[in-house]
């Protein structure tokens, strides 16, 4: 019974609803217990004994149990229209924008749900003077224990983190720079993943193991950024762009999003446990932007808004970053690429190969000779982006897959269907192939042309046409003979299956 002796101080635990304040101004735990709703001022389990933390630890309002009571047992189908009157109040955004931000408020309540795995980031991002701020703190205001910060220390969101577990509006200059300087970049990478922790070392005299603390770090998070944020961690955000729309605006106050978050935590409390039906990927809507969005999609089944307006909503969001990855140099690669492949009619193929000297050679046109990027630089870049890299010959080349070219174009924002039309026959595509090449050759001269050999594809006729030019610069040798070298060459390859075409 030792562990009955003194209680823990505790505002978070499983089955919790939220913290609430009586009518007498007493704290109370708003507990889920077998589908009803009850008020303990502190909590036992067959472990420990939880009480509440006083009021002062608690920077946001704190919602008023008799009004979480009522909300929990009626109907409240004006939610989500009542939240969007209220975000209108302080600033304005394009209806898909507002959405996405709804959307997310309502998610800050179910951040912590057993079906729910990722909470991404709301960004707000513009130049000074957009409303960024404004925006940001309403929505603070009416979210799951949300707390605004204009400072990034790890201590402070360690703290909030792991003891409330609610939302942060970090709102800051430049946030990528503020956490560079602050060591905290490993905080805002993992905050998005539920289960994701931060180690410090913080008693070194203490030895292995001991000397080591890990705080939880996950939740949801608002950024106000009037930069461009690091790259990586964009792709953790869900960017909300503010319009240049000047208008005379209230000013957000906690206490004007009170009734709001009474609602809100009466619907956390209906919802907290409610399982969730199986989410399949929607087209145009992949990768880690499928990940943070889709428990948005989850948030959308239990609200009376259609979901067609949430996948419109996020469509227009993977388009800005499909735009976006276009400009990086990554996105510049994947252009060469199709350049090439459209080019050279490629894409019929299942399988082929660019020469990546070509790649670099059109990378480098048009910058400064001092800017020219290296060979080496070319492959790893490459390499990084899941492309096979092979020495043929002691020529560099990627190899393609055309399944895997079309995955590529869809995540840069290129219409696949559009330039690649995969053969869906590997007979239908030789003799596509044969036809091409037969009339591509149909004007060389040759001295036996019984022994011209028939290719099975175009990275044949290429290693065919390379190693002539190879045996003609030695010298030495008719052209009768450097053409049976080749030919004999392209027959030991396919048998030795060293011609990777």
């Not at 979210?143 to 942060?168: C, D, K, M, V």
């Not at 005299?205 to 939880?216: C, H, I, L, R, V």
């Not at 209906?270 to 969005?293: N, Y």
Request: hydrophobic share 35%; net charge negative.
């Amino acid at each position: 019974m030792d562990v009955f002796s003194e209680s823990t101080l505790s505002a978070y635990f499983p089955g919790l609803a939220d913290i609430c304040v009586n009518d007498d101004g007493q704290l109370v735990y708003a507990i889920i217990k077998d589908g009803k709703l009850v008020l303990e001022s502190e909590h036992i389990t067959e472990t420990e004994i939880f009480s509440i933390p006083e009021k002062k630890h608690f920077q946001f309002t704190i919602p008023r149990a008799a009004e979480v009571l009522r909300y929990f047992v009626q109907e409240d189908k004006a939610l989500y229209n009542d939240l969007l009157t209220y975000l209108k109040r302080f600033s304005a955004l394009d209806d898909e924008q507002w959405t996405i931000v709804a959307h997310y408020v309502f998610l800050t309540y179910l951040h912590d749900h057993p079906g729910i795995d990722y909470c991404g980031y709301l960004l707000f991002h513009a130049v000074p003077e957009r409303g960024k701020s404004r925006t940001g703190k309403s929505v603070a205001y009416v979210a799951f224990r949300g707390i605004h910060l204009i400072e990034l220390r790890e201590a402070t969101i360690f703290r909030y983190s792991q003891n409330l577990h609610g939302t942060l509006f970090l709102d800051l200059m430049d946030i990528s720079k503020k956490a560079d300087r602050g060591g905290c970049e490993d905080i805002l990478l993992l905050r998005a993943e539920k289960g994701a922790k931060c180690c410090r070392v913080l008693f070194p005299d203490q030895g292995p193991f001991n000397d080591t603390a890990y705080y939880e770090i996950y939740g949801p998070t608002i950024i106000a950024s009037n930069e461009q944020l690091q790259k990586i961690l964009e792709t953790r955000c869900l960017p909300i762009i503010m319009p240049n729309r000047p208008g005379n605006y209230e000013n957000p106050r906690p206490e004007l999003a009170l009734e709001l978050k009474e609602r809100l935590t009466a619907w956390r409390a209906k919802h907290l446990l409610t399982p969730f039906a199986d989410q399949e990927p929607i087209d145009g809507i992949s990768g880690r932007l499928w990940d943070i969005t889709k428990p948005m999609f989850f948030v959308n089944s239990l609200l009376t808004v259609d979901h067609q307006i949430l996948e419109d909503s996020i469509m227009a969001i993977a388009g800005e970053k499909d735009e976006s990855r276009k400009d990086t140099l990554e996105g510049r690669l994947v252009a060469i690429i199709k350049e090439i492949t459209d080019e050279n009619g490629l894409e019929r193929c299942v399988e082929w190969s660019i020469k990546t000297n070509e790649i670099r050679t059109r990378f480098n046109q048009g910058r400064p000779e001092d800017r020219h990027v290296s060979p080496q630089w070319i492959g790893k870049r490459l390499k990084s982006m899941s492309f096979q890299n092979r020495i043929i010959h002691g020529y560099s080349e990627i190899k393609i897959r055309s399944g895997e070219y079309a995955m590529i174009l869809r995540q840069y924002g290129y219409p696949a269907g559009e330039s690649s039309k995969t053969t869906n026959s590997l007979n239908e595509k030789a003799e596509q192939d044969r036809a091409y090449l037969k009339e591509a050759e149909s004007g060389r001269e040759s001295a036996r042309e019984q022994e011209q050999p028939n290719f099975n594809n175009p990275g044949e006729r290429e290693f065919y046409e390379e190693r002539i030019q190879e045996l003609k610069e030695k010298g030495g040798l008719s052209q009768e003979e450097i053409e049976r070298m080749a030919l004999e060459e392209l027959e030991e390859g396919r048998i030795q299956d060293e011609i990777p075409f």
